[in-house]
Nanobody, 125 residues
Framework: VQLQASGGGLVQAGDSLRLSCVAS????????MAWFRQAPGKEREFVGA????????YYPDSMKGRFTVSRDNGKNTVYLQINGLKPEDTAVYYC???????????????????WGRGTLVTVSS
C-alpha cells in the first residue's frame, strides 16, 4: 500500500489540526495504521495507532489527551486530530501501515511495511 499524508502547515499555539493519510491500493481495512513524528534533531516518536477491524486506538502516555487517531475504511484514510498544539509538537508527521503482524507492539517502527512521506507541522508560540 502507498500512503500520502497531508494537512500539515504553520499554526499558532493552541490551535487544532487534523492530518489525513490516504492509502492507495486494496485492502485498507486489513492494515493497522499508525502515526509517528520526528522533530528536528530528535528520533522518530510514536504518536498513536488504530487497529484493523475493531478500530481500537493506542497511544503512549505522552500523547494521551490531545491526539486522536481515527480511520474511515470507506475512504482508505486515517486521521490524526491534534488539539491544543504546542511549539514542541513541531515535527514531520508520518503515517505508517502494517498488514502482517498481530499483537500490540504498535510503537515499533519496524512493524510497519509502508510509510508515507510525512507532512510538516510547525507550531509558533
Amino acid at each position: 500500500v502507498q500512503l500520502q499524508a497531508s494537512g500539515g502547515g504553520l499554526v499558532q499555539a493552541g490551535d487544532s489540526l487534523r492530518l489525513s493519510c490516504v492509502a492507495s491500493g486494496r485492502g485498507f481495512g486489513g492494515y493497522v495504521m499508525a502515526w509517528f513524528r520526528q522533530a528536528p534533531g530528535k528520533e522518530r516518536e510514536f504518536v498513536g495507532a488504530i487497529t484493523r477491524t475493531e478500530q481500537n486506538t493506542y497511544y503512549p502516555d505522552s500523547m494521551k489527551g490531545r491526539f486522536t487517531v481515527s480511520r474511515d475504511n470507506g475512504k482508505n484514510t486515517v486521521y490524526l486530530q491534534i488539539n491544543g498544539l504546542k511549539p514542541e509538537d513541531t515535527a514531520v508527521y508520518y503515517c505508517a501501515a502494517d498488514g502482517i503482524y498481530s499483537g500490540t507492539r504498535f510503537s515499533d517502527p519496524d512493524r510497519y511495511q509502508s510509510w508515507g512521506r510525512g507532512t510538516l507541522v510547525t507550531v509558533s508560540s
